[in-house]
């Protein structure tokens, strides 16, 4: 038996067929230009009059068709991210901020996750992008082959790059890394550090780069000594055996009362080794970090931090596509970072034994 159809209901008449725009105008009272105007997120559209066909919509529970509104407008309102390490806090909160950002602006974020960061995989990650119906692409790289890499890429849309510096490259959104270490190095130089020590991140990484550039600068600009860099790979383990490496230097009697350690996590693993060698932390030994993971004020002490603002990042990343997609200029700005001052740094106690 078939059972009539209510043509008032939107269960009945989801149905029968699919719920369309002209079904929404009807609920609405309004044109089905006027229902087009604000799904596609037109401005020209009276508040009132957007307020009765949201209500429509979520009252028929109608959901636009992505394709079909593509083929109409041109723009399918879908961003591409080529990203890699998502398993590193830095990429995967940049990769958050972008999706909230994308989506609080009307925008699908469709990712494609390259394992390796090498050149060949971010253009191949991008070029993937370029085959889908995608408005823009931004591609996340802080290693300096695979960044190079990007002005040769033909992405047929617009590509914008997140980066650690923007290095010449207009269409680049970038943290001020040299600006955190800057905060770093000169909180502790205040604080009557005669000099700070470096754990800084991989050999090809530009964050770990720019980070360590200007670390050295302020340590000349202050007329201190600039001791000799330790390296890290951005996690715990490597930040530990650094820790190590300091307290044989300082038994050896170097002087070694402060550190500014490239990121949060290999600052965990050298506050270990520290705790494990019976220095203090700030009393011996004072601690700056960089990024301010979600633990960092629960470290034991609370880590003294560089605050990199991930979802002001993908605001800025955002505009940027927008701007670019509809050719409106824009002026590169880097996304700023904040000094967290919280228990792992202090003034210097002056152990006889530095005091020559």
């Given at each position: 038996m078939v059972r009539p159809v209510d043509s008032s209901g939107p269960a009945d008449l989801g149905a029968t067929r699919?719920?369309?725009?002209?079904?929404?105008?009807?609920?609405?009272?309004?044109?089905?230009?006027?229902?087009?105007?604000?799904?596609?997120?037109?401005?020209?559209?009276?508040?009132?009059?957007?307020k009765k066909v949201?209500?429509?919509i979520a009252e028929l529970g109608y959901r636009p068709n992505s394709a079909a509104r593509a083929l109409v407008t041109g723009s399918s309102r879908t961003i591409g991210l080529a990203i890699a390490n998502v398993s590193q806090y830095g990429p995967a909160q940049t990769l958050l901020g972008?999706?909230?950002?994308?989506?609080?602006?009307?925008?699908?974020?469709?990712?494609?996750?390259?394992?390796?960061?090498?050149?060949?995989?971010?253009?191949?990650?991008?070029?993937?992008?370029?085959?889908?119906?995608?408005?823009?692409i931004v591609a996340l790289s802080t290693y300096e082959g695979a960044v190079c890499a990007l002005p040769e890429v033909d992405s047929r849309v617009p590509l914008i790059a997140v980066q650690a510096e923007r290095d010449g490259q207009d269409l680049a959104v970038w943290v001020d890394q040299e600006a955190g270490a800057a905060l770093a190095t000169r909180h502790l130089l205040d604080l009557g550090h005669r000099t700070v020590h470096h754990v800084r991140g991989p050999?090809?990484?530009?964050?770990?780069?720019?980070?360590?550039?200007?670390?050295?600068?302020?340590?000349?600009?202050?007329?201190?000594?600039?001791?000799?860099?330790?390296?890290g790979d951005w996690w715990p383990p490597t930040g530990y055996l650094a820790g190590r490496e300091l307290l044989a230097r300082?038994?050896?009697g170097e002087e070694?009362?402060?550190?500014?350690?490239?990121?949060?996590?290999?600052?965990?693993?050298?506050?270990s080794a520290l705790d494990e060698g019976g220095i203090r932390v700030p009393e011996d030994i004072s601690v700056v970090g960089f990024d301010d993971v979600p633990e960092a004020p629960y470290y034991v002490p609370s880590l003294t931090t560089v605050r990199q603002d991930f979802t002001a990042?993908?605001?800025?990343?955002?505009?940027?596509?927008?701007?670019?997609?509809?050719?409106?200029?824009?002026?590169?700005?880097?996304v700023q970072p904040h000094l967290m001052v919280r228990s792992t740094t202090?003034?210097?106690?002056?152990d006889a034994r530095f005091d020559r």
């Amino acid at each position: 038996m078939v059972r009539p159809v209510d043509s008032s209901g939107p269960a009945d008449l989801g149905a029968t067929r699919s719920l369309g725009m002209s079904d929404v105008a009807a609920r609405a009272g309004v044109s089905h230009q006027t229902v087009s105007r604000v799904v596609n997120g037109h401005p020209n559209v009276a508040v009132a009059t957007r307020k009765k066909v949201l209500e429509a919509i979520a009252e028929l529970g109608y959901r636009p068709n992505s394709a079909a509104r593509a083929l109409v407008t041109g723009s399918s309102r879908t961003i591409g991210l080529a990203i890699a390490n998502v398993s590193q806090y830095g990429p995967a909160q940049t990769l958050l901020g972008l999706e909230q950002a994308a989506r609080e602006a009307g925008y699908f974020l469709t990712v494609s996750v390259f394992d390796d960061d090498s050149a060949g995989n971010l253009i191949e990650a991008v070029e993937r992008l370029a085959t889908q119906a995608v408005d823009a692409i931004v591609a996340l790289s802080t290693y300096e082959g695979a960044v190079c890499a990007l002005p040769e890429v033909d992405s047929r849309v617009p590509l914008i790059a997140v980066q650690a510096e923007r290095d010449g490259q207009d269409l680049a959104v970038w943290v001020d890394q040299e600006a955190g270490a800057a905060l770093a190095t000169r909180h502790l130089l205040d604080l009557g550090h005669r000099t700070v020590h470096h754990v800084r991140g991989p050999a090809n990484a530009l964050e770990a780069d720019a980070r360590e550039r200007r670390w050295r600068l302020e340590l000349e600009a202050a007329g201190a000594p600039v001791p000799r860099v330790l390296y890290g790979d951005w996690w715990p383990p490597t930040g530990y055996l650094a820790g190590r490496e300091l307290l044989a230097r300082r038994r050896g009697g170097e002087e070694v009362t402060a550190v500014f350690v490239a990121n949060d996590q290999m600052a965990l693993g050298l506050l270990s080794a520290l705790d494990e060698g019976g220095i203090r932390v700030p009393e011996d030994i004072s601690v700056v970090g960089f990024d301010d993971v979600p633990e960092a004020p629960y470290y034991v002490p609370s880590l003294t931090t560089v605050r990199q603002d991930f979802t002001a990042l993908g605001r800025r990343v955002v505009q940027v596509v927008l701007a670019r997609i509809s050719g409106t200029p824009i002026q590169p700005a880097p996304v700023q970072p904040h000094l967290m001052v919280r228990s792992t740094t202090a003034p210097p106690l002056r152990d006889a034994r530095f005091d020559r």
